[in-house]
């Protein structure tokens, strides 16, 4: 397999994290035969003096940009997921502290569960997984808003239910007289969809930025010289 080489802006995001400062705001993809390796810029570092262990380190951050993925329903994120691939195992003692970080970020004591190598701590529709891979272990997280999508499905039922009456009443002859019982089903479905889809816009927000500031805060080895920072944001 070729070795990983780093493009100019990857370079860039990868000395200023190791030497402490802010990183690159975008990653360009080029071929895997163009810029430097690992170790070209381990060496590099070096005439500079920054430690090739820091440099790793970012390199490694880089690498372990979060996936992200959206769930949508009638184009509405109802679901937010992301995953991140550590390049590492996450000790017993890390995935304490981030089901404390958990507890504390989306305010749920939540439930705990272990199978084989396989850890989750779930609340709801909120679910964060830590799954092995080749490489060491990936971390996932998801949720989906349940009690939008249920009050917009519901709302969907009641216009459908509506529907069906007045073409019922139209087709009999009566539509006139049944078009003001229909009123009161008509605009509490709206309401319904309405109450559930303005919320999602904002919570969908919420939960990436905290998905996303969870996983900066685990994708680098605790007593790192790098900081969370030098995740790459989307």
Known sequence: MAERRYNDKEIAAIFRAATELPPVAERAEVPRDEGLT????????????????????????????????????????IGVSRTVDLNRRLTDEEWERL???????FNARGRTRSDGSLRQWTN????????????????RFGTVHGAARASIGAGIFVLGITATVAMASALGGYFGEALPGMALPFFAGVAMIVSGAVRLPRWARLRKRQMEALAAKVVVPPGSSTPPAALPPE
């Open 99 to 105: 089901v404390v970080q958990l507890r504390e970020v």
């Open 38 to 77: 690992l170790a070209d810029l381990q060496a590099i570092g070096r005439e500079v003096g920054i430690p090739a262990e820091a440099v790793a380190q970012a390199a490694q951050a880089l690498d372990a940009r979060p996936g992200a993925a959206s769930r949508t329903f009638l184009g509405l994120p």
């Open 124 to 139: 709801g529709n909120l679910q964060v997984l830590l799954e092995p891979t080749d490489t060491g272990h990936r971390l």
